[in-house]
């Protein structure tokens, strides 16, 4: 089997092991507890600048149960005195609209932990991508992401319909996008604003663009909060679609652990190769749905225009 040029079996050869100068440190930590989130977060070592700290999750769609559960992360969003932050999506459901996303909000219980902000409710606005960047213009994001001085990225690190898996990178740039944004990721630049044939076979974008529109995005994000940004994934609950599918693939691959980053290519590269290189036999459908969807393509790109890096170090944390 052959991912992007890449074998699975030199893959796994080199699991830390990539093209890069300087390693990026990536913690682990196995137990997947709210005491090993703040754990985790705490061996970073980067101290939270600033008095407004948005808290970047997926509220995840009505119907779906794989999200991230508020009992998990409410000891760390309080430690952190963070606004739980999100944006509107671009394809209807359950978080179309502020008012039903806000129904979605209460019923998964996230507004009984933290304040809830929808970043794009009143509005949205544009910030620059990277240079280098080929596919977008610019990055159309919520307008009060604006309003916040320092970022957590905590994602769901799970499979994705489109983009193969859904992690840091996904969350950054899909997931800070408005609903407007959202559709410009996904055209690859063609529609700024959602249009009824934005999800249309011919203006949505090709495979491979659509990963490097992602990266892009997700670079504008990490370029505006510079060093005002840490990353951590939670990898559990491992089905090969989104928490954005209101019916998702049930998991099939034992949860693994929770990861934190100052770097966003090095913290999804870490995931993908623990699911790669994992020995649970049922990571199999989930190898096969990053491999179909091209979707390392993604860390190849953002590393390409300085987004992060894909050469790590594995710290475990005790």
């Known amino acids: 089997m052959v991912l992007l040029g ?22 682990f930590v196995e137990d997947i507890t709210p005491e090993s989130l703040i754990k985790v977060y705490k061996a970073l ?23 991230l559960k508020p009992q998990l992360i409410k000891d760390f969003v309080k430690s952190v005195k ?14 179309g609209t502020t008012s039903d996303h806000r129904k979605t909000i209460a019923n998964h219980g996230f507004d009984k ?17 990277p240079d280098g960047s080929k596919v977008l213009k610019t990055d159309i994001v919520g307008q ?3 309003d916040y001085d320092f970022m957590v990225v905590l994602s769901h690190f799970k499979g994705h319909a489109m983009g193969g898996f859904g992690g ?11 609903t ?11 529609d700024r604003e959602l249009q009824s044939d934005s999800w249309s076979k011919e203006k949505l974008a090709g495979i491979d663009e659509f990963k490097d529109a992602m990266a892009e995005a997700a670079g504008a994000v990490v370029n505006h909060f510079g060093d005002r940004i840490i990353y951590i994934n939670v990898i559990n609950n491992l089905s090969v679609d989104c928490d954005c599918d209101s019916h998702p693939a049930e998991p099939k691959m034992k949860n693994v652990g929770i990861v934190a980053s100052t770097d966003p290519v090095a913290i999804d590269q870490a995931c993908v190769d623990m699911v790669f290189n994992s020995n649970d036999p049922g990571n199999r459908d989930l190898v096969e749905r990053i491999v179909s969807r091209h979707g390392t393509r993604i860390l190849y790109w953002a590393q390409k225009i300085n987004v992060g890096s894909r050469d790590y170090e594995l710290v475990h944390v005790k």
């Open 6 to 27: 890449v074998s699975l079996s030199s893959m796994a050869q080199n699991v830390a092991s990539h093209v890069n100068e300087a390693k990026a440190k990536v913690y």
């Open 45 to 67: 070592g980067r101290e939270i600048k600033g008095k407004k700290v948005a808290v970047k999750i997926s509220t995840g769609e009505q119907g779906g149960n794989n999200y």
């Open 82 to 95: 963070g606004v739980i932050v999100e944006c509107n999506t671009a394809y209807g459901g359950s978080r």
């Open 113 to 129: 932990i933290a304040k809830v902000d929808i970043m794009d409710e009143f509005g949205e606005t544009m910030i620059p991508v």
């Open 144 to 146: 009060s992401m604006l």
């Open 168 to 178: 840091a990178l996904k969350n950054l740039s899909i997931g800070c996008a408005s």
């Open 180 to 190: 407007n944004g959202k559709a410009y990721i996904h055209t690859g630049g063609k």
